[in-house]
């Protein structure tokens, strides 16, 4: 990441800016907040589990996985934070323009993304997903100081937390991958 955003030279967002943010600027309520976190969870799980599969370096496809597997997690916390707050079971109602799965923490369409990972290097791959988690990070944050339930406000700090170490995970294979580990 050295040489900060000058430098990049990754992912760039295409389509209408407003697609991965319009539905996080209009979501107020806790419940909006939950729909809106498990939607892109599941993309990112989604995510996780294709390029996965396409690993050819056994260390990557193993963090990969167990992203992937960690969302899912994040997406039961957020099941079962939805079920107390509006006293309904199942997932969250989704998202109007934000189905489940069709976006990535930070607003980037799967779809694209996916197709953008073909050809890359496992650096650019990571560089993508250190980025959408650092996003995760900053979205839980926020939202655990938007809501006025404490309960609700310790759900969104954990699964801060939880982000924080996803990061923690991911960046030793990036900085090897750079010569600096």
Known sequence: MAGGIDAWN??????????????????????????????????????????????????AASIFRSMGQAEERHKETLRELHARVSGKGGDPAQPEGMEAGRFLEGGAPLRETLEWTKGKTLEEIL???????????????????????????????????????????????????????
């Open 127 to 181: 560089e993508l997903a250190i980025a959408m988690e650092a996003d995760a990070l900053d979205r839980y944050i926020k939202m655990g100081r938007a809501v006025a339930d404490e309960r609700s406000r310790e759900v969104f700090l954990a699964l801060s937390r939880e982000e924080r170490k996803h990061l923690e995970r991911m960046t030793p294979l990036l900085d090897r991958l750079q010569g600096k580990g």
């Open 10 to 59: 990754g992912l760039v967002a295409g389509g209408a800016y407003e697609a991965g943010l319009a539905y996080f600027s209009r979501a107020s309520r806790p419940e909006e907040l939950i729909s809106l976190s498990f939607a892109l969870e599941e993309g990112n799980r989604v995510f996780y589990e294709r390029v996965s599969q396409d690993m050819k370096d056994e260390e």
